[in-house]
C-alpha cells in the first residue's frame, strides 16, 4: 500500500517522523524528509528513498521548499505527515508570552502553512492523505503544558475542518494523538525526573510508554490507501489513556513480563 507513493514528513530527523520516514521507505515508499538546520540527518544521509530539506516550519519558504522537493525529485505528493512539534512547561502565569508564541507557531500555524502549500499537489495524487500528529494533550489538559494543550487542541479541530472542506477534492485528512512516546521530546522526564517519568506510566492502562515506531505505524496506515473510508478521525495512539476516565488508576500490571 506504501509502495511507489510519495511521502513528505515534518519534523523527520527524529523519533515519530525518523520512524515513519523509515518505515516507509522501508514498504518502498519514497520520502521527503523536513527539519531544522541544525537536525542530525546522518541516518538518512544518501538513502536513494529520501531527499532532505532543512528549513523550519513557521516559515512558508520551508513548505514551498519540501513540495518542490517531491515533485522535482519524485514526481509527485501522495501523503503528508505535518509531524514537527514542540512544547513548553510553565504556568499560565509564568510562561513567558514569547514561548507561548512559538508553541503556536510550531504547532499549529506550521500545520495550517504545510495544508496550504501542499493541497494543489495531493489533489493530483489517486489517493491523497494527509496525517497531523496532535497529541492527547490536544484532548485534555495537563498541568503546566497549557500552550501546548491550546496548540494541539487548536489542531485536532483543524484537522476536523479540513477533513470536511478537502473530501469532495479527494484528499483525506487524519490525526494520530500519541499518549507518552520514549523520544527526544520527552527524555527530559525520564532523564531529570524519573519519579514524573513512572507516575506517568501508571496512568497508562497498558502500563509503559509508546515507542515511535508504533506512532509511525499508525500514520502509515492512515496515509495509505488502505485507510480509504477514514477521514476526520482523531486516533489516540495512546496505551488507552485516554479510554480511562481519570476517576481511578488503571490496574497495576499482573501478567508476565
Ligand atoms: N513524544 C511524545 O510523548 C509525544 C506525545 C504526543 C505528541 N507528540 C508529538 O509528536 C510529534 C513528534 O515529536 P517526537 O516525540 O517525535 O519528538 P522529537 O523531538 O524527537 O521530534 C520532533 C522533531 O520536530 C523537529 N522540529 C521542532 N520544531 C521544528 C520546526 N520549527 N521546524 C522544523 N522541525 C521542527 C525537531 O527538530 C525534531 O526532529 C510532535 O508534534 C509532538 O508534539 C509527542
Given at each position: 500500500m506504501t509502495e511507489g507513493r510519495v511521502l513528505a514528513v515534518t519534523?523527520?530527523?527524529?523519533g515519530i517522523g525518523r520512524a515513519l520516514t523509515e518505515q516507509w521507505v522501508g514498504a518502498g515508499g519514497r520520502a521527503v524528509a523536513v527539519d531544522l538546520a541544525?537536525?542530525?540527518?546522518g541516518w538518512a544521509?544518501?538513502?536513494?528513498g529520501i531527499e532532505i530539506v532543512r528549513g523550519?516550519?513557521?516559515?512558508p519558504a520551508t513548505h514551498a521548499a519540501m513540495v518542490e522537493a517531491c515533485v522535482r525529485?519524485?514526481?509527485?505528493?501522495?501523503a503528508l505527515a505535518l509531524n514537527a512539534g514542540l512544547t513548553a512547561a510553565g504556568s499560565l502565569e509564568s510562561l513567558p508570552l514569547e514561548e507561548f508564541d512559538r508553541v503556536l507557531d510550531v504547532n499549529l500555524r506550521g500545520v495550517v502553512l504545510g495544508l496550504r502549500a501542499a493541497i494543489p499537489t495531493l489533489r493530483a495524487s489517486t489517493a491523497a492523505a494527509v496525517v497531523v500528529t496532535a497529541s492527547v494533550s490536544g484532548l485534555g489538559g495537563d498541568p503546566g503544558m497549557w500552550a501546548y494543550n491550546a496548540a494541539k487542541g487548536g489542531v485536532v479541530n483543524l484537522v476536523r475542518s479540513a477533513a470536511v472542506e478537502l473530501a469532495s477534492q479527494g484528499v483525506r485528512v487524519n490525526a494520530v494523538c500519541p499518549g507518552p512516546i520514549r523520544t527526544g521530546m520527552t527524555a527530559a522526564i525520564r532523564d531529570a525526573a524519573p519519579a514524573v517519568a513512572a507516575e506517568l506510566e501508571r496512568h497508562v492502562p497498558l502500563q509503559r510508554w509508546g515507542e515511535a515506531h508504533e506512532v509511525a505505524a499508525v500514520i502509515a496506515f492512515l496515509a495509505s490507501?488502505?485507510?480509504?473510508?477514514?477521514?476526520?478521525a482523531i486516533v489516540p495512539v495512546d496505551g488507552g489513556v485516554t479510554a480511562n476516565s481519570g476517576q481511578f488508576s488503571p490496574p497495576a500490571r499482573t501478567g508476565p513480563e
Open positions: 519534523g523527520a530527523a527524529s541544525a537536525a542530525d540527518f544521509t544518501g538513502d536513494p523550519d516550519v513557521t516559515s525529485r519524485f514526481g509527485g505528493l501522495d490507501p488502505a485507510a480509504s473510508f477514514v477521514t476526520g
